[in-house]
Every structure is written in structure tokens, then in C-alpha cells.
């Protein structure tokens, strides 16, 4: 049969590359008449199983009119497969066959319609002429003219249209020539991913030449139309026919806000290597500068990495803290995870940027504007069946001048960690053990090294619902600590140069796992219930002579009352002579779908804990009792979620923590949220340590095209707004439209007398427009904002 099957891996490719704008009403009416009554079936069914906005359901109606895709049967050879034809007449002419008449050939898949067909025995020369119509099951082609050579594999089609089938995808040739050789040549011609009969956008070229072999395509005097307006010119542009990459410039991006002014984004793509790849970006701000961004990553056997550099010479927009311009700004980001050597295995993520308020102005998807520490770690392991050995060193970045923040620097730390099953019932033996060395960049901070040793025996043990679980630890921690420099704060007087810790820990953990199943308005449900005891016990010892290097207060939830220390690291090990009850009870449906869950539990103390953070206020208070902990979480039907979390202080009848979230969703990708958030140490805690927060987020599809979203978050505590966020988008089969306006606060760092004087808000306002199956001139996809969506019955 005709040699056009190539044409298929040639012509793919350009949905990302090439065309123009086309008549190709004929090709359209042969396609829809070809078609119509299966795709009017394959349309109701898309129509009784799909959401009434769901945007997917949409997009198959877009393509209705295209022909689905047929595979090819690749097991049988098709030099094997016969080849019927069936023509009005059939006559011989000087060795020339010639069939004339509704001429139709079928091989297989393949099927070629024509007025003419001329074959010609000695040259092997095929040519069919007057409404020639190539299918092939992935492609069809229409042209005036096709001809084939079968000797050379020499093909040529005059006027030629064409449309994938299965998916957007469609254009013309004034001439296609195939050399046999996987080399082919396109004269004039045209893409489009609209679907038929709407030519939005288009891409043409003057010649377009296609390598088979090296499986690269390359494009002369290209240009990007829009309702056939010339907006964009590539004098040359070569691109990969296949998932290959290859060099070259990506598509821009254009963007105007309030605050940088026009911006535009030019990437450049660079392929080293099959494993290896960069890409540089040169964005010009109008009001900021030239930001330049070069991102390098790469792949090996044994792991993967990224390296993202941004650089900015001199920002003419933001203002140092002398109201002096902040001159260049920069970020660095390393991440690097190799595994090699089968036990070995050697992390890196370093993240740094050149001031505070990088994140505020600088757009990058390497940070955000919540962020206010950045890690630059390093983390090298050895791990083996039984034990594992690390190296590590660590520090942050504080976004913010107050020296109070600036945490240790772990350089290094050393540990080892074993665990073995002893031979009696299921009792085992675990061994963690790290030297650590703490450095600082402030001189009047002290530093040190801890050598910490945690010897433990537990003993897991479950009879049918009862489950008992027993541990019993040995903490010793040794520390040498420089303080001749240390004179930053007055609690340093106690610290102690070298100072020894040893303290045993015992707990026990025991609880029931209940079951029963019940029937709810008509529904099968079987509810759990876990009522759980735990007592620990850690004696008291005085700890104010050693320094604080990693520690802190961890946050109280209901899982966190059963911890065995309050605080992170090992600098501080809170005295524990404690039962702690608590119970939880989830509701499952028939499938094993959690529905609900509820928690509820409390720490009763027999004594006083005496172990305090320097930091903390002094605090004589004597209570026997945690503040209460619950939560609950709630899944109906997959329509409504909530999420609600509270920490009460019944001592002093006050809330330290609560968090609520509740969410509908309607149809497809349309939901409203609401949430609230307040945390609050103590009673007399300072104003930057009350977090007093309420806020919404909405996603609402109008319809199959339209849709809107909104945030917003509103500051309760000094009754003023986060963030406000708005948008529209209109999507079509062709193109997407999205205007969002975005008014945030930026960071502070200031002291609570000049808050109200020196708070700085942003504004802008973006439009942003996407080409379907070309790509993006801008984003058009839903903003987060500074608060990230989260669902409710996930969120913890």
C-alpha cells in the first residue's frame, strides 16, 4: 500500500511547533459525516457519567468531531496483509493499471479513497488523483494529488489536509516530499490544536524540514497568529519529534501587575545530555530590573539533583532598612539525593536568598511568601538490616534581622542507631547514639558539643483487642560547652562548661480495641473505639546548666500526649511522674470508608514538673493536669468536611489552641471553605505570639468554561486583612483567559509600636491567556496564595 504512514511521526509533533491558519472545510465535512452517528452515541454516554461543570467532560465534547484513534494490530507483518480494491473500471494502458470510480483501497487499517488511481508496474509508481482521502487509523489526509514510488519509498502529496484522530490536532501543506529515507519536507504549512471549524490560534511556517533518523524537527520563518493577527515571529525554531528534548528557546510568557509593571519571561532550553538538562531565563521587570535564572539538573542510575540560581543586579522597587535601595538580590537552591553503593546514601538541600523579603517580591517556585527559615542540611547515611550510622550538618536562614532567632549550627552531627529482636516473646533492643557539635555566628552566644547515649528494651504485646506496650530507657547525655564570650542574656550565668545528664524512663501503654457494627437511616457502619491508659515516669534533674541548641516546646495534640518529653532534641527531658487517658472512636462505612473520627484525652500529673525552657516566664503555678485535647474530624457523603481541633486550659478556664475547618463541594473542581485558626501560649503572651486568624477559599465552576476563585484571610487580633485574592477564568476548546486581582501583606519584622505605621501591602492585578496544545503565554491555573488549601478531613 501507499507509503504514508510516516507522516503520522512527523506530523505529531507540531502541536508543539508549527502551523497557520487554514481553510480545511472540506476535511471537516468528511470527518463529521464519517463520524456522526457514533459520536452521537459516545456523547450520551459521556453525558449520563460526567458532572454537569466537570471541565474533563468539556473537553471531549471539544473534539466530538474527531475520529477515534485506531490501533494498529503490530503482531501481523503488512507486506502480509492483503490488499483489496474496488473501483467503477479497471483498464490497462502501456503497463500502466489504471482504476477509475470511487476508487478504494484497503489494507488492514489503512484505506485510501480517490477518483484515480494510476500504477504503474515498472517504475512502481502510484498515483492517485481527484479527492485522494488516506486513512491510516491515527491520521487521516486529504490532498488533491498523492504519489508513491514502492522501488524508492519516494512519496509527494499536492495540497495536502490532515487531522489526528483522538485528540486536537489539524493543519495543510502545499506540499509534502518524502525521500524514503525518514527525511521529509512540508512547503507552507499549518498546525492548529482547535478543534474543527475554530481556528483561534495558529502556527505556520515556511518550510518545515523533518529528520526521522534523528528524530529533530526544524521550522523556517514561523509565526504565531491569533484570528489570523500575526503576534509572534520565529525566524527559526527546531524542536524534538518525540519525547526527546532538545535545545532551543521555549515559549515566552507576558505578564503586567501594579508593582513590577509589564514583565517578560524569555526561557532558553538547554539539553547537555540524555541525564542532564538547564534552562536559562532572562525576566525583565519593568519597574524592578532583569532578574536571570538558570536552573541545571540531572539524572544518574544512583540518584538526581537540581541546582536553581537567581540573580538580580539592582532592584529599583524595594528599599533597605535605611530606606537606601537593596542593590542585588539573589537566591541559591541545591537539592541532591544519591543513593550508591547499595547501603550509602548522601542528601543535600540548601536553600539561601540574598534579603527577607526575597519571597515578597520575587516571584519562584523555589519558596513562598510564608516562608521565614530556609535549610541548608546535608545528611550522609550508611543503613544496614539491623543498624544505621548518619553524618550530618545543619543551619538555617532566619528571614528576619532579630538575632533572638538565629538558631546552632550543627556542624556536625554523628550518629548510630541499632535495633535488635531478643529472643523472648517480642522483646527488643534499640540504640541511639549521636555526638553533636553546636556552632553559632554570634559571638556573645556560647556553643558546645553534646554526646547523647539512649540504651532501650520494649516489649510490644496484643491478645486479641488488648495490647500492652512496654518501655523501659536509659537517657545519659554529656556536655562540653565554650561560654567565655557567652554574655548575650543574664540566664547564661548558669550554664555550666561541662556537665553530665543520666536519666532512666519508664513507660507503659495499654488499651482495648472495640468494635460494633450498627445501621444509620438505612446505611451499614461499624464504629471502633480505643479507650487507652499510659503512665510515665522520668525523675527530675536539674537541667538550667546546659544551653538550648535545638530545643523547643512542641505543640500539644492528642496524639503528642502520649510523647514521652514535651520538648524537641535532647537539651531538655521534662520530669514525668503522669497517667495520661485518653479514647478514640472512628465510624466506618461498608466500604471501609473513615466517616468519622473523634478524640478526646488529658495528662493528671502526681507531681509538679520543675523543668522549664530559660526562655519561658517564670511560672509558679501548681497544677495537676494537661489542658484538655480533642479533635474531630467529619466526611459526609464526600459533600461537606469538617475539621475542628481545641486545647483548653481547664485550670484557668482558657484556650490556647483551636483550629475549625468546614467545606462544601458541589460539582466537579467547585467547593467553599471557611477556617479558623487561634493560638496563644499563655494568658500574658506577647503580642507577635497570638495567632488570631479567619479565612475562606472558594472555587466555584460557573460552568464548563467559566469559573472564579477567591481567598481571603482577615488578621482578628489587629483587625486587618492577609491576603485577598480574586479571579475569573474562561476556558474554551482553543484558548483560556484568567484576570486575578491579588492584595497581600508583606512581612514584618518590626516591633508591635510600629506596626500600624510600617505594615506594607502589595497589589496587582495579572491577565494571563493560554493557547490550548501550544502552550502558555502567562498561567491561567487557581492561585493558593499565601495560606495553602487544605482539606478538611486530612488536615491534622
Request: hydrophobic letters at 30%.
Amino acid at each position: 500500500m501507499l507509503k504514508l504512514i510516516p507522516l503520522l511521526f512527523f506530523l505529531s509533533p507540531i502541536a508543539s511547533a508549527v502551523a497557520q491558519q487554514t481553510d480545511t472545510s472540506d476535511l471537516n465535512e468528511t470527518l463529521d459525516s464519517a463520524n456522526e452517528a457514533e459520536l452521537e452515541v459516545v456523547s450520551q454516554s459521556l453525558e449520563e457519567k460526567s458532572a454537569p461543570r466537570d471541565v474533563n467532560f468539556y473537553f471531549r465534547q471539544c473534539y466530538q468531531q474527531v475520529p477515534p484513534i485506531t490501533e494498529r494490530n503490530n503482531n501481523v507483518d503488512r507486506n502480509q496483509i492483503p490488499i483489496s480494491i474496488d473501483a467503477d473500471s479497471l483498464r490497462g494502458l502501456n503497463g500502466k493499471v489504471i482504476y477509475e470510480g470511487d476508487v478504494n483501497a484497503i489494507q488492514g487499517e489503512k484505506s485510501l479513497d480517490a477518483d484515480r488511481i494510476i500504477y504503474d508496474r515498472s517504475t512502481e509508481q502510484a498515483n492517485a488523483m481527484g479527492n485522494a482521502r488516506y486513512v491510516d487509523g491515527q491520521v487521516t489526509l486529504i490532498a488533491d494529488e498523492i504519489n508513491t514510488n514502492f522501488k524508492t519509498d519516494e512519496s509527494s502529496l499536492i495540497q495536502t489536509q490532515f487531522q489526528f484522530h483522538g485528540r486536537g490536532g489539524r493543519g495543510n501543506a502545499e506540499r509534502v516530499y518524502d525521500n524514503g529515507q525518514g527525511q521529509y519536507e512540508l512547503n507552507s504549512s499549518s498546525y492548529t490544536a482547535c478543534p474543527p471549524n475554530d481556528i483561534t490560534w495558529s502556527l505556520d511556517a515556511s518550510t518545515l524540514y523533518i529528520d526521522k533518523e534523528a528524530d529533530m524537527g526544524t521550522a523556517y520563518n514561523a509565526v504565531l497568529r491569533i484570528k489570523d493577527v500575526p503576534v509572534f515571529y520565529f525566524p527559526y525554531i527546531s524542536y524534538p519529534l518525540s519525547d526527546k528534548r532538545k535545545t532551543g528557546i521555549l515559549f515566552p510568557t507576558y505578564e503586567f501587575s501594579s508593582v513590577n509593571g509589564f514583565t517578560y519571561n524569555q526561557p532558553l532550553y538547554i539539553n547537555i545530555a540524555p541525564n542532564q538538562d538547564a534552562t536559562i531565563t532572562p525576566t525583565y521587570m519593568q519597574n524592578r530590573g532583569l532578574l536571570v535564572a538558570a536552573e541545571y539538573r540531572y539524572l544518574f542510575d544512583v540518584g538526581s539533583g537540581t541546582l536553581q540560581l537567581e540573580y538580580l543586579n539592582d532592584d529599583k522597587i524595594r528599599k533597605d532598612d535605611d530606606g537606601d535601595d537593596i542593590g542585588e538580590r539573589y537566591l541559591v537552591h541545591f537539592d541532591h539525593d544519591v543513593t550508591f553503593a547499595e547501603d550509602w546514601n548522601f542528601n543535600v538541600d540548601y536553600n539561601k536568598v540574598s534579603d527577607e523579603y526575597y519571597f515578597n517580591d520575587i516571584s519562584t517556585d523555589y519558596g513562598s511568601r510564608s516562608d521565614n527559615q530556609l535549610l541548608q542540611n546535608a545528611n550522609l547515611n550508611y543503613t544496614k538490616t539491623n543498624w544505621s550510622a548518619e553524618l550530618e550538618v545543619r543551619k538555617f536562614q532566619v528571614l528576619n534581622d532579630a538575632d533572638d532567632d538565629m538558631p546552632h549550627i550543627v556542624l556536625p552531627k554523628l550518629a548510630f542507631s541499632a535495633y535488635q529482636p531478643l529472643n523472648w516473646k517480642s522483646l527488643q533492643f534499640d540504640w541511639y547514639s549521636e555526638i553533636t557539635r553546636f556552632e553559632h555566628n554570634d559571638d556573645d552566644v556560647y556553643t558546645g558539643t553534646r554526646i547523647h547515649v539512649e540504651p532501650k528494651l520494649s516489649l510490644p504485646l496484643y491478645y486479641d483487642s488488648l495490647f500492652v506496650n512496654t518501655e523501659l530507657k536509659y537517657m545519659l547525655s554529656y556536655y562540653q560547652q565554650d561560654l567565655d564570650n557567652a554574655t548575650k542574656y543574664d540566664w547564661y550565668d548558669d550554664l555550666e562548661e561541662s556537665t553530665v545528664r543520666y536519666l532512666p524512663s519508664f513507660k507503659i501503654n495499654s488499651g482495648i480495641n472495640l468494635e460494633r457494627d450498627f445501621s444509620w437511616f438505612g446505611d451499614d457502619y461499624r464504629q471502633t473505639l480505643v479507650p487507652q491508659v499510659q503512665y510515665l515516669y522520668v525523675p527530675y534533674q536539674d537541667q538550667s546548666g546546659i544551653g538550648l541548641y535545638d530545643t523547643t516546646a512542641l505543640q500539644q495534640d492528642y496524639y503528642g500526649l502520649f510523647r514521652d518529653n514535651r520538648y524537641s532534641g535532647y537539651d531538655r527531658i521534662a520530669e514525668a511522674d503522669q497517667i495520661t487517658l485518653g479514647i478514640s472512636t472512628s465510624f466506618l462505612n461498608d466500604q471501609g470508608k473513615e466517616r468519622l473520627r473523634f478524640a478526646i484525652g488529658q495528662n493528671y500529673y502526681f507531681s509538679d514538673s520543675r523543668t522549664v525552657l530559660p526562655t519561658d516566664d517564670d511560672d509558679d503555678k501548681e497544677t495537676n493536669r494537661s489542658s484538655i485535647v480533642s479533635e474531630v474530624d467529619v466526611n459526609f457523603d464526600n459533600d461537606y468536611f469538617f475539621h475542628a481541633g481545641i486545647e483548653w486550659d481547664s485550670d484557668d478556664n482558657f484556650i490556647q489552641r483551636a483550629n475549625t475547618t468546614f467545606e462544601k463541594r458541589w460539582a466537579y473542581n467547585t467547593y467553599a471553605q471557611l477556617s479558623y485558626r487561634y493560638y496563644k501560649e499563655d494568658e500574658n503572651a506577647d503580642w507577635d505570639e497570638i495567632v488570631n486568624q479567619i479565612g475562606t477559599k472558594v472555587n466555584w465552576s460557573i460552568d464548563t468554561q467559566w469559573s472564579t476563585f477567591a481567598s481571603y484571610y482577615y488578621n482578628v487580633e489587629f483587625q486587618n486583612s492577609f491576603e485577598s485574592i480574586i479571579g475569573l477564568k474562561y476556558q474554551s476548546c482553543c484558548w483560556a483567559v484568567g484576570l486575578t486581582y491579588d492584595r497581600h501583606m508583606l512581612s514584618y519584622f518590626g516591633d508591635e509600636a510600629s506596626y500600624d505605621d510600617n505594615i506594607e501591602t502589595e497589589s496587582s492585578v495579572s491577565l494571563t491567556l493560554e493557547l490550548m496544545g501550544l502552550g502558555g503565554v502567562g498561567n491561567s491555573g487557581y492561585e493558593d496564595g499565601l495560606f495553602d488549601y487544605g482539606r478538611p478531613f486530612y488536615l491534622k
